[in-house]
């Protein structure tokens, strides 16, 4: 679609809407968020920015292919389940690395682990629908 | 041992992830998938191995205790499954080397199967039902990919019927799920067991029924059955191989561990009414299968037919019944499957799986006329192959019960399978061939070994049949005693 406004607003927005997706990441574990919405905001940036400047040049952006995505964030999700076999304990019990800053507390933990692996995965799968789509 | 138990979940799981980074790699992944699905037998051996010496093994996930975790258990029931769902991926795996297109597996054939060979696993070893319900899911999502893989017109038909008939079906468990969580607080089975117990019994068995058609659906019992002819004779032989085996054996499975665990209250109406469809099951599917004319469409009337008799050892609810309805599970997932694999390699052989057009296959191609013996023969009941021992088991129990029609109904039903038996040896192996048919260059050794493999699986099953008949007496055993897997779960205290 050749349209000014629309390249200039998606260009303003696809920044803050992929922000707002890595906000609603690391918020999901104690508030509404998580990586499944997450992945859907950061997703719709893409599917937004292919609309208005091709497809192409959308998956220029992206640098790799969506199923890789998929690949990569499953195998996130399911190496923070077996990360508990190094601690000793079952699959997917929640490890936590917890350092203090003089600002703030970084928190690590195998659950935000699994949650990256689902916002890949999230955003793998809507794109490989969207982008088969258009090739058809 | 807690990892055991969900081993044979997590290593094709895992594999699949692996399996869609390597997408542009079908070389690879096709050896990978082949090795994921041969440890995942291993793992499944070793679980199964694991339950016959020291019993029931739990464990739930992410530390939780149950009834609040999410809890798998392997018993003898789920761990044989597991175990046959194992061999199966790997026959399946093996065969598809030769029968999957470069299409197919550009589009993500081998990671899709992982993920449903993962779902059927998580299915048969989770202890809770809202999981059960997620497994489902996981599979219908892979199955209904692998089905309509490549987009061929019949195959989209087939798989919109499927699909379509499916979510239905996970729409009555669903509604289900809600309605057995309202009533008791719970959705762990082995909670369950004894929340239902209190709880009002016209309300419990009205649940059962809600779970019966959600899981009928899936079994593809009478008269939910008609997705399934619709559907299976399209994909690639491979696939719906598997599909035939495996899948409908998901819902046997829930029925079977429903009807044993959860809905034991009032046996006399939930499992007259299970006696009912049983009898109606075996009938109408060996009758659709006796107007068709396609190979792979006989045998997916068949596999309606075979549901029946399954579904009779439950109803029976005697310890020899269930014991034959898991021995005949078993050996129909092995022999069916192996026929699939047989219509598709006389597809490869003769250009075509209808019985019009194929013909003289026995004189030209001897071999694979022994290959489609042994298995038709075992799913006709003839001794001494696997299904005689099966049919033997179900009937014994029937006659105990003093069941004498469904007896009838199923010998006569194991008269008709034989008709359509015959019917495709005498047109496809024994008539002379059609003119004109050219038969083509001998068959791939991938597709040649898992036949012959899974031949051996259903001769060994009837000659050496006592290690195998007692780990069903095993399974039937803890079926009839559910406290045993209660308490495996919640621990001696809990109340069963």
């Keep these: 679609m050749n349209s000014v406004i629309l390249r200039t607003a998606t260009r303003l927005l696809i920044g803050l809407l992929l922000l707002f997706s890595v906000f609603l990441l690391l918020r999901g574990h104690d508030l509404p968020g998580g990586g499944f919405i997450g992945g859907l905001v950061a997703a719709s940036a893409i599917a937004l920015y292919a609309i208005a400047e091709g497809f192409e040049r959308a998956f220029a952006l992206l640098r790799v292919r969506p199923r890789t995505l998929i690949g990569v964030g499953l195998s996130a999700a399911v190496t923070a389940g077996l990360l508990a076999a190094v601690a000793g304990d079952v699959f997917l019990t929640g490890l936590w690395w917890v350092r203090e800053f003089e600002a703030f507390t970084l928190k690590l933990s195998t659950p935000l682990l699994f949650d990256v692996g689902v916002y890949l995965v999230v955003v793998g799968v809507v794109l490989t629908m969207l982008f088969s789509l258009e090739e058809h | ?496």
């Design chain 2, 1 to 496: 041992m807690s990892w055991l138990v969900i081993a044979p979940i997590l290593l094709p799981l895992a594999a699949s992830a692996v399996a869609f980074v390597l997408h542009r790699r079908p070389a690879l992944q096709r050896g990978w998938a082949l090795a994921t699905t041969a440890a995942t037998l291993a793992a499944s051996l070793a679980l199964l191995a694991e339950v016959s010496r020291g019993g029931i093994v739990a464990t739930t996930l992410g530390g939780w205790p149950a009834p609040f975790g999410i809890t798998f258990v392997a018993d003898h029931l789920s761990a044989i499954l597991v175990v046959v769902g194992a061999v199966m991926a790997l026959a399946t795996a093996a065969y598809a080397l030769a029968d999957v297109d470069a299409g197919r597996e550009g589009l993500g054939y081998h990671p899709l199967f992982l993920v449903l060979v993962a779902g059927v696993h998580g299915a048969f070893l989770t202890g809770d039902l809202f999981n059960l319900y997620v497994w489902f899911e996981v599979l219908l999502i892979a199955s209904f990919a692998l089905l309509t893989l490549g987009s061929g017109r019949a195959q989209l038909e087939g798989g919109v019927k499927y699909v379509a008939v499916n979510l239905v079906s996970s729409l009555f468990f669903l509604a289900a799920i809600g309605l057995t969580y309202g009533l008791t607080g719970t959705l762990n089975m082995a909670d369950l067991a004894g929340a239902l117990r209190d709880a009002p019994p016209n309300l419990v068995t009205l649940l059962a029924m809600l779970f019966l058609v959600a899981f009928g659906i899936k079994a593809a019992i009478f008269p939910l059955f008609f997705w399934l002819p619709a559907s299976y004779h399209t994909p690639p032989t491979a696939v719906a191989a598997y599909f035939a085996g495996m899948l409908t054996k998901v819902g046997v499975y829930a029925l079977l561990r429903a009807f044993t665990l959860l809905f034991t209250g009032d046996v006399a109406w939930t499992h007259g009414v299970l006696a009912v469809l049983a009898g109606f099951t075996m009938v109408v599917g060996v009758l659709g299968a006796a107007a068709q004319n396609e190979m792979r469409r006989i045998l997916a009337f068949h596999i309606v037919s075979q549901i029946g008799y399954m579904i009779l050892g439950l109803a029976l609810y005697t310890p020899l019944a269930l014991a034959g309805a898991l021995f005949y599970l078993v050996h129909n997932v092995v022999a069916k499957a192996n026929l699939f694999f047989v219509a598709g390699l006389v597809r490869r052989v003769a250009g075509s799986s209808d019985l019009d057009a194929v013909g003289g296959l026995y004189r030209h191609r001897p071999w694979l006329a022994i290959g489609f013996l042994v298995p038709a023969f075992a799913l006709a009941g003839f001794p001494p192959l696997s299904g005689f021992w099966a049919k033997l088991l179900v009937v014994l129990a029937g006659l105990e019960a003093g069941a004498w029609l469904l007896v009838v109904l199923a010998l006569g039903t194991g008269l008709l399978t034989l008709y359509s038996m015959t019917k495709i040896w005498q047109r496809a192996f024994w008539a002379p061939a059609p003119e004109g048919l050219e038969l083509r260059r001998d068959a791939p050794a991938a597709m040649v070994v898992p036949v012959a493999a899974l031949a051996g699986v259903t001769i060994l099953m009837g000659v050496a049949v006592e290690p195998f008949l007692a780990l069903a007496q095993a399974a039937a055993a803890e079926m009839m005693d559910p406290a045993r897997y209660v308490a495996a779960v919640l621990g001696e205290g809990g109340t069963p």
